[in-house]
């Protein structure tokens, strides 16, 4: 087996004893299971991709605006159109509970859905798809093609300003930003401390200035609790799919019901599930990864990072975790850098 081969079965094999041994070994199991159903994804994906990759990058732009298309007539209704049975719409209305709403132009605004469970899901959608048929995918030979991705462009642009997702805003600019550092040749650690710098600044600002005040103490909070937590267990964290159970124990948080939910930083969240170990192993694994792939095809991957800083979903949601699985089955698919 590979390096990366070892790693991974090595963290599956940890978090599956240790998952069992938690207070709720049957959570712990039950996402342990939906963690190799992804990683047996990803391997098909790696070998399944290559003869079809062309395919999926003239399809992009098709999903682009589709979901685009219905956003804004999400937007402009202020409701869902169909629904639920309508390729997985979610039923929602300005009257739903706990729909994501925003400030526009003095009035308030149900944000776009389009067929995701939440705005900044339909975001990181967007972003990654742009990013791939902007930087990643060859050039369109067909009119048509070419036609098409201009059109998405423009409407898909539209669409993730109205989400007002920063997390999704931010990562796209930071890979149009480093394509450009690469442009003037500026040396990789310099480009790596010009987005790391601009990411760790986003980080901060985002959390503390587009939140309002009870938004943003309940993520603070989440972020000392996740901390607490791996303080506790430091080296192999409280299992796998235990945080949100755990959570009573370690923090109150004022809500109109009970608040309970994973910490909005997938990092904090491997470190208090996984503890140190785990961390390690994954980081590991992309460090190796990302040292044998080409730039242009690990832009999907980057930009799940980046929003992963102030976001849970590429780990917690359904949609999430699949835009996670093809984003790195995608990026495993792509050519390799020649051997040094």
Same mark, same amino acid.
């Given at each position: 087996m590979s390096p990366e081969q070892i790693l991974i079965v090595s963290f599956l094999l940890i978090t599956l004893i240790h998952g069992l041994l938690t207070t709720y070994p049957l959570a712990a199991l039950w996402f342990w299971l939906k963690l190799l159903e992804m990683t047996l994804f990803i391997w098909w994906l790696r070998s399944h991709l290559r003869a079809t990759r062309h395919v999926l990058y003239a399809?992009?732009? +098709?999903?682009? !605006?589709?979901q685009s298309v219905l956003a804004l007539a999400q937007w402009f209704k202020q409701s869902s159109i169909i629904g639920y049975w309508f390729l997985g719409e979610p039923a929602f209305n300005s009257t739903t509970p706990g729909i994501a709403?925003?400030?526009? +132009?003095?009035? !308030?605004?149900v944000l776009p859905y389009g067929t995701t469970p939440h705005p900044n899901v339909l975001a990181g959608f967007l972003a990654i798809s742009l990013g791939l048929i902007w930087f990643s995918s060859p050039s369109f030979r067909h009119p048509i093609l070419t036609l098409s991705k201009y059109i998405a462009t423009i409407i898909g642009l539209l669409t993730l300003f109205l989400t007002q997702s920063l997390s999704a805003w931010l990562s796209l600019t930071l890979i149009i930003l480093f394509i450009g550092l690469k442009t003037f040749f500026i040396t990789k650690k310099a480009q790596l401390l010009i987005i790391g710098l601009i990411s760790l600044i986003y980080m901060l600002y985002a959390t503390g200035y587009t939140l309002d005040f009870e938004s943003f103490s309940r993520r603070y909070k989440l972020?000392?609790?996740a901390l607490k937590i791996w303080a506790d267990h430091p080296l192999f964290g409280i299992g796998l799919n235990q945080f949100t159970a755990s959570l009573p124990h370690y923090t109150q948080i004022e809500a109109s019901t009970r608040f309970l939910q994973p910490v909005h930083n997938i990092y904090l969240l491997i470190l208090s599930e996984t503890g140190l170990i785990g961390l390690v192993i994954l980081t590991a694994i992309f460090w190796k990864l990302f040292s044998i792939?080409?730039?242009?095809?690990?832009?999907?991957?980057?930009?799940?990072?980046?929003?992963?800083?102030?976001?849970?979903?590429?780990l917690t949601l359904q949609t999430g975790q699949l835009l996670a699985v093809l984003s790195i089955g995608l990026f495993l698919s792509?050519?390799?850098?020649?051997a040094a």
């Open positions: 399809a992009l732009p +098709l999903s682009i !605006l589709w709403t925003t400030s526009f +132009l003095g009035a !308030l605004k972020n000392l609790a792939q080409r730039l242009a095809f690990s832009i999907p991957v980057i930009i799940l990072l980046i929003i992963g800083l102030v976001d849970h979903y590429p792509s050519p390799k850098l020649p």
